[in-house]
């Protein structure tokens, strides 16, 4: 609004110059270029005062480790209480009303984090800590993005935000906080089996079980998650069935091998993985 009113004087007074003589338009033109110097110089104040307000850290923030790598999301929580303590990958649960500040680190190439309907970008550097922070004031499911290209699979890098009401994102930590749940079916238990006896393990954390490793994204709570693969699939199980057996043709580059197994195996372990939220 302030721009289109200093365009239409200024304008208007350029207009006066041709029109009328210079030595009555003078003042015109005169009076419209120091009004123009005058808004900008306020401008340039608020710029340096809004700017000051959005890098300075809040007080009592939640915070949340953010790691890039090729091409997923790690996420940490920080707690006080080393028992609440959360890890997960490729969505982050936060609450409105309460600022967020994200610490941002990345595990092999440049990354950077942009959720475009809360906040700008920042960049994930390997060897350096960066940090930003920002505050949902309305719920609702946010996509994020890899903003730096990133390699080949750098356009399948999203992550979700979700920004829900206090007592729901209570109840959402508290619910992730608790380990795997022991199957609830045969078929269920078989699948465990399958998991834990395939390359999963190598790669993938499971926690209430002997899967601990820190390769490849969490999957303790993976069926609690809205999509697969960083954002690239919607969280169901026809998908998550083509994922695990050939994510190459998904997401070629992936660092996850394909898995060949029959499809008795297959319909035990997409059990055992749905039982996960």
């Known amino acids: 609004v302030v721009s289109c009113v200093v365009f239409v004087v200024v304008l208007g007074a350029a207009l006066l110059a041709v029109f009328r003589r210079r030595d009555a338009a003078a003042p015109a033109v005169s009076g419209a270029t120091g009004a123009t110097i005058l808004v900008l110089f306020g401008f340039l104040v ?14 009592h923030p939640l915070v949340i480790g953010l790691t890039g790598h090729q091409w997923w999301w ?29 610490r941002l680190g990345a595990a092999d190439v440049i990354h950077s984090f942009w959720v475009p309907s ?35 699979q750098h356009a399948k890098m999203a992550l979700v935000v979700v920004a829900e009401p206090a007592d729901s ?42 899967a ?17 693969a960083a954002g690239t699939l919607p969280n169901t199980r026809g998908h998550l069935a083509g994922w695990i057996l050939d994510p190459q043709s998904i997401k070629p580059g992936a660092l996850m091998p394909a898995n060949r197994l029959s499809a008795a195996d297959l319909q035990a372990l997409l059990d055992y993985l749905e039982e996960l939220r």
């Open 46 to 59: 608020f710029s340096f005062s809004v700017g000051r307000a959005v890098t300075t850290p809040p007080r």
């Open 74 to 102: 790690d996420v940490e929580y920080d707690d006080s209480l080393p028992q609440r303590h959360l890890h997960t990958a490729n969505e982050v649960h936060i609450p409105v009303g309460r600022p967020v500040l994200f």
């Open 212 to 228: 601990g490793a820190r390769m490849g994204p969490d999957l303790t709570h993976i069926a609690s998650r809205l999509t697969l």
């Open 169 to 210: 994102f209570a109840a959402w930590y508290d619910a992730q906080l608790a380990p795997a749940a022991p199957p609830a079916t045969a078929s269920a238990a078989r699948g465990e089996q399958v998991f834990l006896g395939a390359p999963c393990v190598l790669c993938h954390m499971v926690s209430g079980t002997p």
């Open 118 to 152: 809360l906040a700008g970008k920042t960049d994930l550097i390997p060897g350096k800590l960066n940090s930003m922070w920002f505050q949902a004031d309305t719920p609702g499911v946010y996509r994020a993005q890899c903003a730096e290209f990133c390699g080949r």
